[in-house]
């Protein structure tokens, strides 16, 4: 099942257990606006190339909508179409004032030099620049772009609205980016894996977990993991898959592939097949890193307690209920904490980043880390009360949480069926 119909899908079950009015069902699954943009540069060589931009801006009820723009060469509308979803519910949950967007070009960032990527970050923003705004669209880094694409977006679009940090997040703190920003979503990660853990009567000390993902969320997760006394066991990358069933070196792993641009090679532990490390016999499992990598196929040889969705859409949900995923899983007694709260620390803190851009007034590091235990906190247990009330799952109960909300707002705001 593709991301856009796997998305749709939770969707229309928290709908139903809500109750909500059918109208008002399909009014809030239409994206708001869609863009297509074309986007031609001269490159290096003098010839010219052009490239396909999108942006999906889902539902702004609840404040500007806010989502990342990614640069990869499989950005497709129904990817952004389910992703800008995705952070309505998202920002919901987190119960930060944001809707939902989701935003990227297909092009594949590695074959670009820096001042291709640059000439054609200006030209993408230069056609989308009167829709996104302060209070209106608020464009963050994701997969393919970070904290330098975001400065380009500000200072084009600064050209025709005067310096204005706030239109985007996840920018170097330089130019009013955020302290804690880079750490976000791994932090997150943690906060919330600390909460579930907790209604269990356990911590994370003690636990071994295995990161699929050795990126930005994978690599922050497993250093702040560590840190608070969990034992990393096995970890991937696109390179490859290291194990040491007494605990990985996390700061070491990281300089090796920092050095090395990949986990492939280091000595810390044995190399496994990356294929197996989902299987791999631990507490926790946290992937973070591409969708649909949980399975009908694998499910059924998952022998972790709880698996953490750091990455968007992990899990996949079978079209066939016979053989729904999740449904295995469940029988099984694993615990999903659902990716809309699980990952949510990186829009929540670009939250704080956008308050602290319209305040002119920057926090220290210590202060965001804070906010950002109480926001998942919180929204771990406003899910929790949410899978009382309609005697459901996680993921469920984060989905009715955050369609709950967004309806709520909509009426409010005068919608009339």
């Not at 809030?28 to 010219?48: A, M, N, Q, S, Y």
């Not at 054609?120 to 963050?140: C, E, M, N, S, Y």
């Not at 880079?182 to 932090?187: L, S, Y």
């Not at 791999?280 to 709880?306: M, S, T």
Request: charged residues 20%; negative net charge; hydrophobic residues 40%.
């Amino acid at each position: 099942m593709n991301a856009l119909a796997a998305t749709s899908r939770n969707f229309k079950q928290a709908a139903k257990l809500l109750a909500l009015d059918s109208k008002l069902e399909k009014s809030l699954l239409i994206p708001f606006r869609e863009i297509k943009v074309e986007c031609t540069i001269p490159k290096d060589d003098g010839t010219l190339a052009s490239y396909v931009g999108f942006r999906v801006q889902h539902d702004n009820a609840r404040g500007p909508m806010k989502g990342g723009i990614r640069y990869h060469h499989e950005v497709d509308p129904d990817e952004v179409n389910a992703l800008a979803q995705l952070m309505t519910w998202k920002t919901a949950v987190a119960n930060i004032p944001y809707g939902g967007a989701k935003g990227g070009i297909g092009c594949s960032p590695g074959e670009l030099s820096i001042s291709e990527l640059e000439r054609l970050t200006r030209v993408f923003t230069q056609k989308i620049h009167d829709l996104i705004g302060i209070h209106t669209d608020v464009p963050a880094p994701d997969m393919g772009t970070n904290s330098q694409t975001m400065a380009w977006i500000l200072d084009e679009y600064s050209k025709f609205h005067g310096y204005s940090p706030a239109v985007v997040t996840g920018k170097p703190v330089d130019l009013g980016g955020s302290l804690g920003r880079d750490a976000a979503t791994g932090r997150g990660v943690l906060f919330a894996t600390e909460a579930l853990l907790a209604e269990h009567g356990k911590g994370i000390a003690g636990q071994r977990f295995v990161i699929q993902g050795f990126g930005n969320v994978g690599s922050w997760a497993a250093q702040l993991i560590t840190e608070a006394g969990g034992k990393v066991i096995a970890i991937s990358d696109v390179t490859g898959a290291v194990k040491n069933v007494n605990g990985l070196d996390i700061a070491q792993l990281v300089k090796h592939s920092a050095q090395n641009r990949g986990i492939k090679g280091f000595n810390g532990g044995d190399a496994i097949d990356p294929n197996s490390l989902l299987t791999e016999e631990c507490d926790v499992l946290v992937p973070a890193a591409l969708g649909g990598v949980i399975n009908k196929d694998n499910a059924n040889d998952i022998k972790a307690k709880y698996i953490i969705e750091a990455a968007n859409h992990p899990t996949d949900p079978e079209a066939d209920e016979a053989s729904h995923t999740w449904t295995i899983l469940s029988k099984k007694g694993v615990l999903i904490l659902p990716d809309i709260l699980a990952n949510s620390g990186g829009v929540t803190v670009s939250y704080f980043e956008w308050v602290q851009n319209i305040q002119g007034f920057m926090w220290d590091e210590e202060k965001v880390n804070a906010e950002l235990r109480t926001y998942m906190t919180r929204a771990f247990g406003d899910v929790k009360q949410m899978c009382r009330s309609h005697n459901c799952d996680l993921r469920m109960g984060a989905f009715t949480l955050g369609v709950n909300r967004v309806a709520r707002a909509t009426v409010l705001r005068g919608w009339e069926a």
